[in-house]
């Protein structure tokens, strides 16, 4: 089997920039699932991922319903190592709370943010750095697609940050107002043939009456150069709330720095049942510079090597003919 051009070339980007470094040719969004990668942006990238859904839930035995919408937003930033990086996250909710308890039904509308919390994100183990047997090969589709027993072994990256909880917030437990510590160990491997599984295990709001426990499993899988679709399982385990989550949408990679998605989301149960659809965009601001390189950065790759028109074409992309040959 032979490859096209374009779908070689992004392989052999992507395997090679997982390899040696944090950054990658394309961007490296987090989205469409809500799990969060091993691996940072890249130094000196600062990317924003973005999110408007609209949400419904209703309690069977409480007898109320909630309709509304929200945007869920991430900014992060590669800073000083290719292995850290900081962020910002939040959700902004509003909707409309109805209790139908009684024989005329009352109305509530509510807004704040569900979270905000602002963190650090650092890569404490890599098993793709420097690995000879991770390059590509160039001459065979089939040995780069089959199983490699090493893709087992996963990256690790470890969290911490702080939330912020306003007084009075409808969205969180009696009695949490102000900074509350976060952390977390995420886990990501990468299969061969475009498969990618990347798990979180979440200790939230620590200290105060109600920290919960959270696990995020996130399978996604890249069937085109442009095209990804993932599968995502969430479970939240405290007193306050308690709940099994299920996502699944896709992505579509529309340039090299810019992303598309969506997703549904909703859960088996009716305390309450969830269901809710979003739409969102990432979007990377890309001033990476590969310090090995004195100056390889995309901007200097492009500029070096001029196509038929005149304008900049990234360097690899020429190398290969359209059968994927040299």
């Known amino acids: 089997m032979k490859l096209t051009k374009k779908a070689f070339s992004f392989i052999f980007f992507i395997s090679v920039q997982l390899t040696f470094a944090q950054y990658t040719e394309v961007i490296n969004s987090n989205r469409p699932g809500v799990s969060k990668s091993a691996f940072s942006v890249g130094t000196n990238v600062a990317q924003l991922e973005v999110g408007p859904y609209i949400v419904k839930e209703e309690h069977t035995p409480l007898k109320y319903d909630v309709s509304g919408f929200g945007v869920d937003f991430t900014a992060r930033y590669g800073l000083l190592f290719e292995q850290l990086e900081l962020n910002i996250e939040g959700t902004y909710q509003n909707d409309t709370f109805t209790d ?29 750095k420097n690995a000879e047997e991770e390059k590509p090969n160039l001459y065979s589709y089939h040995a780069n697609r089959s199983f490699k027993w090493k893709s087992l072994i996963p990256a690790v990256a470890v969290y911490a940050g702080a939330n912020f909880d306003t007084k009075n917030n409808p969205y969180t437990a009696p009695g949490i107002e102000g900074f509350s510590p976060k952390i977390m160990v995420a886990t990501q491997n990468n299969f061969s043939g475009g498969w990618v599984l990347v798990t979180n295990f979440i200790k939230d709001r620590i200290g105060t009456d109600y920290s919960d426990f959270t696990y995020i499993l996130t399978l996604t899988h890249s069937f085109s150069p442009q095209w990804v679709i993932f599968a995502e399982t969430q479970g939240i385990q405290s007193d306050f709330y308690a709940d099994n989550l299920f996502r699944f949408g896709g992505a579509y990679l529309w340039s090299k720095d810019f992303q598309l998605d969506t997703a549904v989301t909703f859960n088996s149960k009716d305390t309450p049942s969830v269901f809710g659809v979003n739409f969102g965009m990432s979007y990377r601001f890309d001033f990476h510079v590969d310090k090995e390189d004195n100056g390889n950065s995309r901007e200097d790759a492009d500029k070096r090597k001029p196509n038929k028109k005149g304008k900049g074409k990234n360097k690899r992309t020429d190398d290969f003919d359209d059968d994927g040959s040299l």
Request: hydrophobic share 30%; glycine share 4%; no cysteine.
């Open 100 to 128: 139908n308890r009684s024989i005329i039904s009352s109305e509530d509308k509510r807004s704040n943010f569900k979270q905000f919390t602002i963190g650090a994100k650092y890569l404490v183990y890599d098993p793709y």
